[in-house]
């Protein structure tokens, strides 16, 4: 599955719902919890996550720039903030990984062909029973 970031996320979730991600978001305020709602917090989550990686990495580039010395006060700094860059990472995953699954297994309704309405499914027949071997002897 390719990576996919916030922004992707957030296409596939306005294409699956018809409607830009504002507008689906000031719907989902008004309703009970649902599908919509969970998408909406997935995606925010990753985009959190996101933000989260860039925060750390910006002060990791700081920390360990050519011109700045490197002493034991800043290692624990550095340390930290490569911990913090590798949970922020791992978040990520999770968050894309899961969001992208739930959205691959969601299709978008077609719309109504017509004003009538449509005629119900075939209801499948019941299996029928099939008798074991020792029965039949």
Same mark, same amino acid.
């Given at each position: 599955?390719?990576?996919?970031?916030?922004?992707?996320?957030?296409?596939?979730?306005?294409?699956?719902?018809?409607?830009?991600?504002?507008? $689906?978001?000031?719907?989902?305020?008004?309703?009970? +919890?649902?599908?919509? *709602?969970? #998408? %909406?917090?997935?995606?925010?989550? &990753? @985009?959190?996550?996101?933000?989260?990686?860039?925060?750390?990495?910006?002060?990791?580039?700081? $920390?360990?720039?050519?011109?700045?010395?490197?002493? +034991?006060?800043?290692? *624990?700094? #550095? %340390?930290?903030?490569?911990?913090? &860059? @590798?949970?922020?990472?791992?978040?990520?995953?999770?968050?894309?990984?899961?969001?992208?699954?739930?959205?691959?297994?969601?299709?978008?309704?077609?719309?109504?062909?017509?004003?009538?309405?449509?005629?119900?499914?075939?209801?499948? @027949?019941?299996?029928?029973?099939?008798?074991?071997?020792?029965?039949?002897?």
């Amino acid at each position: 599955m390719p990576h996919l970031t916030s922004t992707d996320i957030a296409g596939r979730i306005e294409d699956l719902y018809g409607a830009p991600l504002t507008d $689906l978001e000031a719907h989902a305020q008004d309703q009970p +919890p649902g599908m919509l *709602s969970a #998408l %909406l917090g997935m995606q925010d989550a &990753l @985009a959190l996550a996101e933000r989260s990686i860039d925060f750390h990495r910006d002060r990791l580039a700081r $920390l360990i720039h050519p011109e700045r010395q490197i002493g +034991p006060h800043e290692v *624990s700094h #550095l %340390l930290d903030g490569t911990r913090r &860059l @590798a949970e922020a990472v791992a978040v990520r995953e999770v968050q894309a990984k899961s969001v992208a699954a739930v959205l691959q297994s969601l299709a978008r309704a077609p719309a109504p062909m017509s004003a009538s309405p449509a005629p119900s499914p075939p209801v499948p @027949a019941a299996p029928l029973v099939a008798q074991s071997a020792a029965h039949s002897r």
